[in-house]
C-alpha cells in the first residue's frame, strides 16, 4: 500500500494509522518511509532508523536513506565492473561510477530498487507492507521509474546484442580489439575467468531488467497493490492531487481511494464568523473534490483539536479510517 499526496496533508499519520490498525487486526505489518525528510519516527514518538523497529507485536518500522541506498548500489555496481576489467582500469571505474552517483535519477533508481525489494516481503515476512512516500512530484517520478528504466534497460540489451553481432563479424575478418587498449582489457582479458565477459555484462542487465520488470508488475496488481492519495479541503492540495491522478493514469498504475484529511468536524463550534467563512469555503473544496475524483472512493478523516504522536492517536485515526 503506497499512501502520497502534497506535502504536509497528512500521508505519514495515514500510514502510520493504517499500519497500525492493520497490526491490531491480526496482520503483521511493515511501514516504511522514502520520504528523505522522514516524519514517521515524530509520529509514532519512537527513533527509527534504517534499519528494521519493531514498534509493538506485529508492527516494524523503517525509513529508507536514500543517500544510504545509492552508496549501497554504486558499491555493488563497482564490484561487479571490477571483476569485468584489467586491474589497471580499477580508478577509472571507481572515477566514472562516483560521477554516475551524483547523476539525474541515480538516487531514484537506488531507492526503487529497495522499494521493489520491500514490495516482495508482502506475502512472505509480512501481511502487509505500507510505503509513507515522499510528497506527489518524487511520488510520481519513483512510481513511474521501473517503466522508464525498464525500457532504458532493454535498449542497453539491443545495443549490447548489436555490439556482440559485429564482435562476431570483425573476429571472423581477423578485426577485433588490439590487445593492450581499453576495450581488449574487456574482451580478451588473460587474466580474466573462463566465461565471457559480455556474457556476464549482459546477465548483469537482464538481472537489474527482471528487478524493474517485478516492480512494475507488483505496481499494477490491483489486487496486491493499492495506491491511496491524500488530500486536504484546500485550493493548491485538490490542484497538486489532480495533476497526481492524471500522471499515474498515464502509466496506468490506478488509485484504490481518496483520503480526505483535516475536515473541520460538524461539532465544531460555529459561532464565530471566521470559523463560519472557513466552513463556507471548506463545503466549496469538498464539492470540487467530489467533481474532480468523481470516480475514487472516499473517506473524510475529521481535523483534530491536538498534534497526532503516539500510539493512542494513531489508533483514533486508524478507527475513524477503517470505519468509513
Known sequence: MFVGGKGGVGKTTTAAALALAAT??????????????????DVFDHSIGDTETVLAPGLTA??????????????????????????????????????????????????????????????????????????????????SLPEVMGAWMDGLLRHRERSSRLGSMLGHLGGGGV??????????????????????????????????????????????TAFLLVV??????????????????RFDI???????????????????????????RERAYLREIDSVFPTLPRTLVPLRPDDVHGLDALRDIGAQLLAA
Request: aromatic share 2%; glycine share 4%.
Open 62 to 143: 523503517l525509513e529508507i536513506d536514500p543517500d544510504r541506498a545509492a552508496d549501497a548500489h554504486i558499491a555493488s555496481v563497482k564490484q561487479r565492473m571490477k571483476s569485468l576489467v584489467h586491474p589497471r582500469l580499477y580508478d577509472e571505474v571507481d572515477r566514472q561510477l562516483d560521477l554516475a552517483a551524483h547523476a539525474p535519477g541515480a538516487t531514484e533508481a537506488a531507492l526503487i530498487e529497495r522499494v521493489a525489494e520491500l514490495m516482495a516481503l508482502a506475502g512472505s515476512r509480512f501481511d502487509l507492507v505500507v510505503f509513507d512516500t515522499a510528497p506527489s512530484g518524487h511520488t510520481v517520478r519513483l512510481l
Open 24 to 41: 491490531e487486526r491480526g496482520r503483521s505489518c511493515l511501514v516504511v518511509s522514502t520520504d528523505p525528510a522522514h516524519s514517521l519516527r
Open 254 to 280: 490506478p488509485i484504490a481511494a481518496l483520503i480526505v484529511n483535516r475536515v473541520l468536524p460538524d461539532e465544531a463550534d460555529a459561532s464565530g464568523a471566521f470559523v463560519e467563512a472557513r466552513r463556507a
Open 179 to 224: 590487445r593492450g587498449d581499453d576495450l581488449s582489457m574487456i574482451d580478451a582479458r588473460e587474466d580474466h575467468p573462463s566465461d565471457s565477459p559480455e556474457a556476464r555484462i549482459t546477465e548483469v542487465l537482464k538481472a537489474r531488467r527482471r528487478k524493474f520488470l517485478v516492480a512494475r508488475e507488483l505496481l499494477l496488481d490491483a489486487a496486491g
Open 232 to 249: 486536504n479541503p484546500d485550493r493548491l492540495s485538490i490542484l497538486e492531487s489532480r495533476r497526481v491522478v492524471e500522471t499515474l493514469a
